[in-house]
DNA sequence: AAATCCGATTGCATTTTGCAATCAGTTGCA
DNA sequence: TGCAACTGATTGCAAAATGCAATCGGATTT
């Protein structure tokens, strides 16, 4: 059980799992950008993630117990990655950090849209959103209605990029 | 502005600012411990950092402006840290990662008393800390009354030692 | 006058990271 | 059938970060 830590504090112990650069980042596209296999994870996080980097990472979430993974049955080679409840649950931190980093720190508008609608929604949407995930990576039953949390921020940020590409034919710099 | 960040993105740049194994614990000892000196920095965290590892976050936590440094009037070789409003807006952040580390991870009893306190105080609680560290490190007025947060989450601290030395003296191993 | 405390700094070995190239097996397509 | 593209990784290597102990010059305490 106790394998070397530096001490039992919650937050020494939260930053021995995620005091890194990389490991919040692979579960922000997991969570918000619904990548589950190693090259969505690779290729498509904007920060440009080294693949040992990658398979490291996954590795050391699985052996935290954040994440497991399985075979892709419609795909011999493909390796599917679940969130555990212990990465769903981080959801309500993620959505702070989010609003703190939108208010202290120089943040793009399209990819702090996210943000500013999680924060917006408040605790309400941030459970919703952690119902979503659990149908999505741990089988629970899914919501009766209305759209995934996950769509309506996708749809947010897709608004501002239209806005922003029209602006830029309205007005070439 | 734009000095060279991965991304955009609310939470790299949060990474980019406390995504390090000690940044974070050098604020929690501020806020939580309330100290503000060099050596009760060094020689009070229970993790053991080194100084000049110490030293190094100080200079990038003043340059990322979460903290000032100013001297002590009552000791010329002495130099108070301070926390900024950026800092101290971090508390509720701290309170969650607190409240999960509780949950997922093998936190002592000692060391997670503070945590489950602020949980149970809710964002009423972070809400009254963050006036008391507004007035102890950005001269802003005190609340009117009752103990400060830190007091009340010592105190609890100490109930919890108390109670354990107790135990093993009347139940020794 | 001596010892201790102050915020660091230095040197050095170890560990982690970043980057590019590469791997063997699987799949899709011509 | 042949072959290119794609799968989840692994390897080698240079650069950077970390951990540790010793030390610094000045200020304060005893």
Known sequence: MNTDHRS????NLSLEVFGDRWSLIILR?????GR?????????SIEGIASNILADRLKRLMELGMLTKADDPSHKQKAI?????MAISL???LAHL???GR???????????????????GPPMWEQFMVDLRHEHLGAPA????PTVRAILQAGYEAVVARKALAAVRDPA
Chains 1, 2 share one sequence.
Do not use: Q
């Open 36 to 44: 589950r296999h190693f090259r969505e994870l690779l290729n498509g």
């Open 91 to 93: 959801v309500p931190i």
């Open 81 to 85: 990655y679940s969130l555990t409840e």
């Open 8 to 11: 039992g504090c919650p937050i």
């Open 98 to 100: 989010g609003a703190w």
């Open 143 to 146: 919501r009766a209605s209305g």
């Open 103 to 121: 208010v202290w720190l120089p943040v793009s508008e399209e990819l702090s849209i996210r943000a500013e609608l999680l924060e917006k929604g």
């Open 29 to 33: 596209d997991m969570i918000f950008g």
